[in-house]
């Protein structure tokens, strides 16, 4: 009997890990940046977003621009998410017509003291004279990180398996017994 119950706990510990985690419980910080051209005055700027998916402020250092903008002054943090709305900080400057692709790096670091450094790019534009919106290409492209849902199928579905046997196993011997 004791080996059965020993079963059912490792079930119930295998659909546990079969139900993923919340994207609230990583430290996950989203970079978005456009480059948009000013028909009027025929500027360029540039405009970054970064999102904070994490329930505490994120605080920033080593942020890195490229190309180095003198006199912008980068944000020192991004806004903790509330509900299902991540934090929030915006700001832009103004690029040379020459500017190619532009890009941004931080460190970020919350309050359990969890660091980690993120990067985004967005490419720039020759010329402003086109139109004002940045071409489908300009978006950035961000890692994937975490883990597949594979690997917890998987697992689960070995242990599972074994808790299962174990059950099974465990009924035989008492009916034997």
């Known amino acids: 009997m004791k080996l059965g119950k020993a079963a059912a706990a490792a079930a119930a510990a295998c659909v546990a890990m079969l139900v993923p985690g919340t994207a609230a419980s990583a430290h996950v910080s989203e970079v978005a940046g456009a480059v948009v051209c000013d028909i009027g005055t025929g500027s360029l700027t540039v ?4 999102h904070n998916l994490y329930p505490q402020v994120a605080t920033l250092s080593k942020v890195t621009l490229s190309p180095e903008v003198d006199g912008v002054r980068a944000p020192k943090t991004i806004a903790a998410k509330h509900g299902d709305k991540p934090g929030e900080v915006t700001f832009s400057y103004p690029l040379s017509a020459k500017n190619g692709s532009v890009s941004i790096s931080y460190v970020g670091t919350w309050p359990d003291g969890y660091t980690k450094g993120f990067h985004g790019a967005a490419e720039g534009r020759s010329s402003c004279a086109a139109a004002s919106a940045p071409p489908a290409s300009s978006r950035p492209t961000l890692p994937v990180t975490g883990s597949s849902p594979a690997v917890y199928v998987v697992i689960g579905g070995t242990l599972l398996a074994v808790g299962g046997a174990l059950l099974l196993f465990g ?7």
Not at 47 to 50: E, G, K, S, V
Not at 171 to 177: K, P, Q, V, Y
């Open 171 to 177: 009924r035989r011997r008492s009916e034997t017994a």
């Open 47 to 50: 405009t970054w977003t970064l």
